[in-house]
């Protein structure tokens, strides 16, 4: 087939690839438990539909401006000023078809051919891919002390006249750490006084466990929005449970946020304007969800600690937020890929390999099933594993018998 090389480069993205092998073998009926996925099972909140619908009834269905409606841009000024404690204007905001539109036009509209972009390992997925599809250099930072969270140091040292931007996600896919208030104002100020674009994605930011308060990066700004550096993406996939909307946005300096436009202006036109009202709907409803969204994810992490702290052999990091923890399960196989491929395969239990995160050796697990799935889920896994387990297990209506250890 006759495609650009770089189309070519580009793989499928690995959860997807996943979620789509557990559909077809639930389809084939066979009892799969998805530790993969990174949604929670709850229904849209009413006021998100009720918005939608009204706005499908009245049949005008057509085009927005580019940069999103001015209701739901309002929207999310307000949602700024109550969670970042930063007042912006209606030029700083621009909407897209999830945070991850947010994050690739980004890319698109910051980098030249080579110019690089400091990615903080474990990363999410489609960083370093949107990077390169951006003709841009990846170039990836791993803690030197075995950790999750990221040291000033280590950055320092990958930084080199080429880098335009870092990417920070805390709390962190895949390891569920938040990074340090004090880290944040570092890596700042660095920016600041470097001129490298400072990208926020903060899509987890109020999916935080213990007691913990979400931090504002415009706290630790000397600068004003319009000369700064820093960047947020946020959106309504996670904060509502609201994935399939398909709505996340970015709040940058007004010239930069133009440009955006521009570039949206031409790939996507503006995103769907039911789908921009069911966001207004969420972000201006009542907002009890999101609190009860986040008790309930944070109890099934007490739950998965709990179940993972029984297998012999597995290091665990306790996330402080999101949907995920990053197990070690080197011991057992130090091919992460291999290692999911079996406990697809023999336990029938989706998990995501950690090399896909810049973390061999490791498994992204999630946590936004039901208890029941995070229980029997990693029974399997220690079924399939661990040779001290019993050697039977009933998966679905079958007796299986381990006769692999
Ligand atoms: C770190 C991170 N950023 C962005 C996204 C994408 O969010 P959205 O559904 O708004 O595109 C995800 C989704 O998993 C994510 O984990």
Redesign the pocket.
Same mark, same amino acid.
């Given at each position: 087939m006759n495609v650009s090389q770089l189309a070519r480069s580009i793989p499928e993205s690995p @959860?997807l690839k996943l979620t789509e092998e557990a559909r077809l073998l639930k389809e084939k009926g066979e009892a799969v438990i998805h530790l993969g996925a990174?949604?929670p099972k709850n229904k849209a909140p009413i006021n998100a539909i009720l918005s939608s619908a009204a706005k499908l009834n009245t049949g005008d269905v057509k085009y927005t401006p580019a940069d999103g409606t001015p209701s739901l841009k309002k929207a999310i000024i307000r949602y700024t000023e109550e969670n970042y404690n930063k007042m912006v204007a209606p030029e700083n905001i621009i909407v %897209?078809?999830?945070? *991850?539109?947010?994050?690739y036009n980004l890319l698109f509209t910051l980098l030249n051919p080579q110019e690089e972009v400091i990615i903080l390992a474990p990363y999410?997925v %489609?960083?370093p891919e949107m990077v390169r599809m951006c003709y841009g250099v990846p170039v990836i930072v791993t803690p030197e002390d075995g950790s999750f969270h990221p040291r000033m140091q280590d950055i320092e040292q990958k930084v080199s006249s080429y880098t335009k931007a870092i990417i920070i +996600?805390s709390p +962190? +896919?895949?390891s569920g750490i938040m990074y340090s208030e004090q880290f944040i104002a570092e890596i700042i100020d660095f920016c600041e006084r470097k001129g490298i674009y400072c990208i926020m994605?903060d899509?987890?930011h109020k999916l935080i466990f213990d007691g913990r308060k979400p931090i504002s990066a415009y706290k630790h700004t000397k600068k004003d929005l319009e000369n700064s550096k820093l960047i947020i993406?946020n959106?309504? %996939? *996670?904060l509502y449970g609201m @994935?399939g909307f398909?709505?996340?946005w970015t709040v940058a300096p007004k010239a930069l946020t133009g440009i955006l436009t521009n570039v949206q202006g031409q790939i996507t036109t503006t995103t769907s304007v039911i789908l921009q009202a069911a966001a207004e709907g969420a972000l201006t409803g009542i907002q009890s969800i999101v609190e009860g969204l986040r008790l309930m994810i944070e109890n099934n992490r007490n739950v998965m600690m709990q179940e993972l702290q029984s297998f012999n052999g597995v290091k665990i990091t306790k996330p402080d937020g999101?949907f995920y923890c990053l197990p070690d399960f080197s011991a057992y196989n130090k091919n992460s890929l291999e290692l999911s491929q079996l406990l697809l395969k023999k336990a029938l239990v989706v998990t995501v390999p950690g090399k896909e995160f810049g973390m061999e050796g490791h498994l992204r697990l999630s946590y936004c099933g039901t208890i029941k799935e995070i229980k029997q889920g990693i029974e399997r896994i220690k079924w399939a594993l661990d040779p001290n387990s019993p050697n039977e297990i009933f998966i679905g209506e079958r007796k299986l018998v381990r006769d692999w250890l």
């Open positions: @959860t990174g949604e %897209s078809a999830g945070a *991850k539109q947010a994050v999410w %489609s960083y +996600n +962190n +896919n895949p994605d899509i987890y993406v959106g309504i %996939s *996670k @994935t398909r709505i996340g999101t």
